[in-house]
């Protein structure tokens, strides 16, 4: 009932998301018949000079998507973010079916019929319109049919590059641990797998039928493919906003777009739940998106590379200048320090009487540990934290998606984790922050960070974003990561109440 009631409440963004889905697929999937087919018919007649092709798209498909995606973003034309991206990644995946049933299709053919159309004098381009086709149809519509079914199942995933589809409610619920999203993305998705996959049935059996005629179905496939092309889109956004992906992200991007939207009246596109750093790093410096929040520690340390300094004004200029040398403005900072976190559960740390991370050092040898996929590859991540704190765990620490990591620690699946600061559910499942008594972590100051010739083309987006400055306190930020992660609130939501907050309190921050 829950999902069903959440469909009833969203049923303007479920039908665009649902729409942005099949627009992916159909688009892909018509791309690739224009593609595979012509190929699969020159792989059955000259096997040599088609081998080479078939080898290519065997070699695409062992490739697992989300390396396919994290390949091609930096190339120019093919890669960076949005639907671009992801309708190469979709092509690449529905070749192989598509060249290996036309293939198998056309070698199917009995060479009896071949031979009895070249005795009646056809040529070969005669054989191939007239025989060899129309034959192979069944099996090139089966090939189309698999094609379909795993281009709507891989299209989930593009929304992790700003793609859109239904896959934005499987990662958005992930990311706030919320089922009923994640099934919200998911269900839409698998009816329209099932659809598509007994529709193209249908049109498989229509064409095992000889006597029915070949070309009003062919017309028919063909416009089933093709009308997503024609689906209507939106105009234009003049501002694109960006996140990384997990809820505070996901709350700042809604907090910057709402603010945006109020203060300007411009139009905002939303690409938020972007992957990590790098990616939403890359989306800015390509122009992918025009403004997201970055943290300065992360920024100086994963972005620019530099070594681990702790001094909040320090770094933060230093962050300034290098991005200003890419073309991008730091804006001032919002008010809160998302810092890492170290925690454990909140009954060992009164049982054991953990205060500090120096304290856990003694019980690391019988604990697991889990991190995020990114802090164990940081400057200023697990291999500096274990070699100021000389801490060495059971085993190597477990590689956990950042939205999982908490509800592990708290369920005993883990021992110690790094979360954030800020997130609403350390307090949420009573986890313990064990305090940084050496002071290794740098200072993590939330800062929007834009596109400097969005800031020169709109000075008013510059005025809105300048207008959070100091306004969002870690408490702030604390209770609305709580609000989405423990309460299951919509993130637009709790941006917009903190909006309307804070005018009610003439922008003086709570």
Do not use: C
């Not at 969005?454 to 609000?483: C, E, I, K, T």
Request: proline share 5%; charged share 15%.
């Amino acid at each position: 009932m829950s999902l069903v009631t959440f469909l009833a409440s969203h049923r303007a963004e479920v039908l665009a998301l649902l729409l942005q889905h099949v627009r992916l697929v159909g688009v892909s999937t018509a791309a690739a018949i224009a593609i595979g087919v012509p190929v699969g018919l020159l792989a059955a007649r000259r096997p040599r000079l088609g081998a080479p092709v078939v080898w290519l798209a065997n070699v695409a498909q062992t490739i697992p998507s989300l390396a396919m995606f994290g390949f091609l973003l930096p190339l120019p034309f093919v890669g960076g973010l949005g639907a671009r991206v992801a309708i190469v990644v979709l092509i690449l995946y529905a070749l192989l079916p598509i060249i290996r049933t036309t293939v198998a299709g056309v070698n199917g053919i009995d060479p009896v019929l071949i031979e009895a159309g070249t005795a009646l004098g056809m040529s070969s381009r005669q054989l191939l319109w007239r025989v060899q086709i129309p034959l192979a149809l069944p099996s090139i519509v089966a090939g189309i049919r698999v094609a379909s079914v795993i281009g709507v199942g891989t299209a989930t995933i593009a929304a992790a590059v700003g793609a859109g589809g239904l896959g934005e409610y499987i990662f958005r619920g992930l990311s706030m641990v919320d089922s009923t999203m994640v099934l919200a993305g998911a269900v839409p998705a698998a009816l329209l797998a099932l659809s598509l996959d007994g529709l193209l049935l249908g049109f498989e059996r229509l064409f095992a039928l000889r006597r029915m005629p070949r070309l009003p179905i062919v017309i028919a496939l063909l416009l089933l493919i093709i009308a997503p092309l024609a689906a209507t889109r939106q105009p234009a956004a003049a501002i694109r906003v960006g996140s990384k992906n997990f809820t505070e992200q996901i709350v700042l991007g809604e907090l910057l777009s709402q603010k945006i939207e109020r203060d300007t009246g411009l139009a905002v596109e939303r690409r938020l739940n972007l992957g990590g750093t790098f990616i939403a790093d890359t989306a800015l410096a390509s122009g992918a998106i025009d403004v997201y929040v970055e943290y300065t520690g992360t920024a100086d340390t994963a972005v620019f590379k530099n070594p681990v300094d702790t001094d909040a004004a320090r770094v933060l200029e230093r962050v300034r200048t290098q991005y200003a040398g890419r073309g991008i403005t730091v804006m001032p900072p919002l008010g809160f320090d998302n810092t890492f976190a170290i925690l454990v559960r909140g009954a060992d740390a009164r049982r054991l009487g953990l205060h500090t991370i120096d304290d856990a050092k003694a019980y690391a040898p019988q604990w697991r540990a889990g991190f995020g996929y990114e802090f164990l590859q940081r400057a200023d991540g697990y291999p500096g934290l274990s070699q100021k704190y000389g801490l060495h765990f059971a085993a190597p620490p477990r590689a956990m998606d950042l939205s999982l990591i908490y509800r592990a620690l708290a369920e005993h699946q883990v021992d110690l984790i790094a979360g954030d600061a800020t997130n609403g559910l350390i307090s949420a499942y009573d986890l313990a922050v064990l305090a940084d008594s050496r002071h290794y972590f740098p200072p993590y100051d939330a800062v929007p960070v834009a596109r400097s010739v969005v800031l020169l083309r709109y000075p008013a987006v510059r005025r809105a974003l300048a207008s959070l400055s100091g306004r969002v306190s870690a408490d702030a930020m604390r209770r609305m990561n709580r609000a989405v992660d423990a309460e299951h609130r919509d993130p637009a939501a709790v941006a917009r109440e903190f909006l309307a907050q804070l005018e009610r309190n003439g922008e003086s921050g709570e």
